[in-house]
């Protein structure tokens, strides 16, 4: 039976991570911003289901919810903790590893995503959230937070700024990191 082993708060005030006790995902990252991009997703459909809910992350062993401004957290981790219980997690579509073609052709974006998966996405991951690379056009990588740093001001400004104090360090100095 999928439990939630922990909650954790996030540096977002409006998301909260449920640590569970089951594997959910092996390699992909899920987000879903709004209840129209679930409609696929029973996993996050069904969370969607609950009052409140605003977005919905999920990858490994965690989800992370983002609520409505309003709502109160006790209004939505019970209904939660209940929807897993009877949530057969079978019906969680499979995964498909994804590789942009760019990404098998262009070293830098390589290097890029490297460096990304090695240094910022597991810190991500603990606050939540995770980061998708958009594009990269010259030496411009467009960025998309996920989870709980998608709405996050924290990762707007200060998390922004460090990736790319990493990129231009570790990679090129000509890089620029821009949030879509």
Do not use: H
């Not at 996050?44 to 309003?70: L, N, R």
């Not at 707007?156 to 949030?179: P, Q, S």
Request: glycine share 6%.
């Amino acid at each position: 039976m999928l439990m939630v082993e922990d909650v954790d708060l996030t540096p977002n005030p409006q998301a909260l991570k449920f640590i569970l006790n089951q594997k959910l995902l092996n390699v992909e990252t899920r987000q879903f911003p709004d209840k129209q991009s679930a409609k696929d997703d029973p996993f996050a459909k069904g969370i969607f289901e609950i009052s409140g809910v605003a977005s919905v992350f999920y990858m490994e062993k965690f989800v992370t919810i983002e609520k409505d401004k309003d709502t109160n957290w006790s209004q939505i981790q019970r209904p939660f903790i209940e929807f897993l219980k009877s949530f057969d997690i079978n019906l969680i579509p499979e995964e498909v590893e994804r590789k942009s073609p760019d990404e098998t052709q262009d070293e830098l974006l390589k290097q890029i995503n490297e460096l990304l998966d090695n240094k910022v996405r597991p810190a991500l991951a603990g606050d939540g959230g995770g980061l998708e690379v958009l594009a990269l056009e010259g030496y411009k990588v467009k960025i998309r937070y996920q989870g709980a740093c998608g709405t996050c001001p924290t990762s707007i400004e200060g998390t922004l700024m460090a990736i790319e104090g990493l990129l231009k360090r570790d990679i090129n100095e000509a890089l620029e990191v821009v949030a879509a």
